[in-house]
């Protein structure tokens, strides 16, 4: 254990569960203002006991068990512990981070089967910024997970099944396939799909055939298949350049639409029946689950299947809930969604918990995100009125990195400059959507994602960057450092050290929420200090072995730096 509060609460554990009768107490260890933590467990200790609880707190610090810890433990107001470090005891814990790969972060003790359900674009429609939203929330939750040492199922739940891909198909009988395929796989997925639905609109024989084509689909007519399937690889083809270009996980065995739980659904369709969970309401299945009401107050339905037989996009998220449980073992279930489907998947659950097959400890999680909004407050746009195109934005936002860079560094190569736009534009992006509490909407704006200073994409980078060019400036190769003892003489020393040994825990309280915007603060509190650091400690100009010390801090944070952009999904180029 390498976080100094952690190692705090576990030496307290012994002496609170012996003053509590021999039942474990929380010593309540805190970050302080006025020290380096702060002991709040003895007020509440105390209440439970019926003892003064500064009397109590004076028995904690008298036993001595933080003897080897602290160099002052002082009993403040009402009865709470302030605790100074020992320089010692952090240059110790120190140490075994700088000796570990793993920088001090354990594997989770109980690791979990979760299945991450994000993104989930649909078929021949556009992507928009709400799966931006899904696509970076979701891969960062995937990246913090597995490298807790979780094993994590990462499923694209991609629209590509349903009434829409009757009309779909007979548009796309109607182009050719190689038009179609150039539309489509180039990113012109609106137009099609606005092409397909103005057809639908203006002419009746076009409706025939899109509704009788949908009774091919349904009835697995070999052909319509065939069709079918040409539409979801060339949109596929679409999304998997999206997400090059974004720098994430998702490949195409993670795919997991619609279309796979088609299979499942009769059967669990069925399992529902003999449960006697579903009833009819106007020629449609229904399941009716407690607490559901519609705008009148009156019980809301599920509807699990249409008065023309077919399923539903709930039944397929029950469909869903069954294979993850039973098919794949998961512990935990998460689905990275916008919050206008609250009501859709709570409702999901519920019924899934009716049946039987979502039970203690399984858990699903709705991993819900607010919206994007543009400069005048409501949802974001193109001039043209349309919702924004992702790959626009994308492009958009290593265009102006690369600007933004060139100025900032006018001896880079472009070549190189092309590699750091990559890597700051997109990093600006994600960093813009990680970083403010998911659960609230944002306002997209281009120079302050993209600004050098505040808590943004590229600050952080560049703090990671200024490292590397201390050690290039002084032709000094950074893994030579780490055999180093790193003494922590000043203040600022101390706080970048305590905030580097604070790593792990910030990845604990961010998975506790799945809320990246608290590993974003962590990220950017450590550049803080290290930037308090570097002003006020010099590190070249310091004479041996402090120089030394220095270096070996500063190459520690940027390894901190480096990996915890990582788990946002940002790389963090050498130089900027
Ligand atoms: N395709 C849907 C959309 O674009 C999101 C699907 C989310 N996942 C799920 N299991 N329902 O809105």
Known sequence: MSDPLATLSALLAPIFAELNGGEPSDPT???????DAQINGALSLAQRVGSNPRELAQRIV?????GDVASELEVAGPGFINVTFAAAFLEAQLAEVVADDRLGVARAAGTKRVVVDYSAPNVAKEMHVGHLRSTV?????????????????????IGDWGRPFGMLIEHLLDLGEDVASEGLSQGDLDGFYKEANAKFKDSEPFQERARARVVLLQNSDEDTLVLWHRLVEMSNAYFNRVYTKLGVLLTDDDLAGESQYQSLMTGVHQRLEEQ???????????????GFKNR????LPMITKSQTGAFMYATSDLACVVDRVERLGADL???????PQAHHLQMVFEVCRMAGWLTEPTQAVHVNFGSVLGADGKMMRSRAGDSVKLVDLLDEAVERADASIAEKNPDMSAQDRGVVAQAVGIGALKYADLSTDRIKDYVFDWDRMLAFEGNTGPYLQ????????IFRRAAIERS???????????TAEKALAMRIMGYPSAIDNTLDSYSPHKLCTYVYELASDFSSFYQECPILKSDEPMRTSRLALADLTARVLEHSLGLLGMIAPQEM
């Open 296 to 299: 009148d107050g009156d019980p």
């Open 480 to 490: 030579t450092v780490r055999e180093a003892p790193i003494v922590l003489g000043h």
């Open 137 to 157: 929330i979701g891969d960062s939750l995937v990246r913090m997970m597995e490298f807790l040492g979780h094993t994590v199922s990462r499923e694209n739940h």
């Open 29 to 35: 260890v805190r970050p302080s203002d006025r020290a």
């Open 62 to 66: 008298d036993s001595g068990v933080l």
């Open 462 to 469: 560049y703090a990671h960057a200024r490292i590397c060019s």
């Open 333 to 339: 279930m998460l689905y990275v969604i916008g919050t």
């Open 276 to 290: 006697g969970l579903v009833s009819e309401s106007d020629g449609a299945m229904v399941v009716f689950a407690p």
